[in-house]
């Protein structure tokens, strides 16, 4: 699998994104806005290093402190 990755954080760390999902639904198909929500809410990712692999972590949008 490949993936790509573009580092848009400085643009859209202050995009509340549900606001954004909601307009959507007035314009586009609700099954894809409601894919884009479930891929918004369940990222998650590894490292792969030398043949290692990290455990599973969920990845965070926006600036929103660790607690």
């Known amino acids: 699998m490949f993936v790509c990755y573009m ?3 400085k643009a ?3 995009v509340n994104y549900w ?3 909601k307009q959507l639904l ?3 198909n609700v099954s894809f806005v409601a894919l884009l929500a479930f891929w918004y809410s ?3 990712a590894c490292v792969n290093w030398l043949n290692t ?3 599973y972590f969920s990845i965070g949008n926006g600036t929103a402190k660790a607690g």
């Open 12 to 14: 859209f760390d202050m």
């Open 26 to 28: 007035g314009g586009i």
């Open 53 to 55: 692999q990290s455990d």
């Open 19 to 21: 606001k954004l999902f």
């Open 42 to 44: 369940n990222q998650c």
């Open 7 to 9: 580092d848009f954080s």
